[in-house]
């Protein structure tokens, strides 16, 4: 089994920042991306970003790019999201997810295999 936590969420107010940080463990296995979605009450699961392995590459969402940056250490399966100039409707719970697969879309939830419990972000105007 493979166990997915995320740290980092609490209460800002808008304009300031917050880092997340995903660290994956448990039994051997090898991942091939690490993710971010968020649910806000009342809405789907959106994708926020995700740190592409095999190319070292990060993607983000429109809603977040240029204010969102993920980094991580394959060698850890840890990833972070730095998140700044936060804004009212970034609040959402956060979810970290890991791929063990290439097939699929990094974008969608379908990619991948295991999901952390999710950690709150609250940005107050």
């Known amino acids: 089994q493979v166990q997915v936590v995320e740290s980092g969420g609490g209460l800002v107010q808008a304009g300031g920042s917050l880092r997340l940080s995903c660290a994956a463990s448990?039994?051997?296995?090898?991942?091939?991306?690490m993710g971010w979605f968020r649910q806000a009450p009342g809405k789907e699961r959106e994708f926020v970003g995700a740190?592409?392995?095999?190319?070292?590459?990060?993607s983000y969402a429109d809603s977040v790019k240029g204010r969102f940056t993920i980094s991580g250490d394959t060698s850890q399966n840890t990833v972070y999201l730095q998140m700044n100039s936060l804004k009212p409707e970034d609040t959402a719970v956060y979810f970290c997810?890991?791929?063990?697969?290439?097939?699929?879309?990094?974008?969608?939830?379908?990619?991948?295999?295991?999901w952390g419990q999710g950690t709150q972000v609250t940005v107050s105007s």
């Open positions: 448990g039994r051997t296995f090898s991942s091939t991306a």
């Open positions: 997810a890991v791929s063990t697969r290439y097939l699929g879309t990094y974008y969608h939830p379908n990619r991948y295999d295991y």
């Open positions: 740190r592409l392995w095999s190319s070292s590459t990060s």
